[in-house]
């Protein structure tokens, strides 16, 4: 999950900051160039909000 204000981007907790962090690239180079820094570094982001595997290990499901 992610928000976006103008220049302004911002997610809460470590595991969402790794999701956001191809939303600002992607701005300033392109969508493919983010893409391809994402899986260079070997990761794969989420983009639904509503994905949270560790609800229900907190009691919010």
Not at 28 to 33: C, G, I, K, Q, Y
């Amino acid at each position: 999950m992610r928000w976006e204000d103008g220049k302004f981007f911002t997610s809460p907790g470590v595991s969402a900051g790794m999701d956001l962090a191809p939303a600002p690239i992607a701005r300033m180079l392109d969508n493919e160039t983010s893409i391809n820094i994402a899986q260079r570094a070997e990761y794969e982001g989420h983009r639904d909000g509503g994905w949270d595997p560790f609800a229900r290990l907190n009691g919010l499901t």
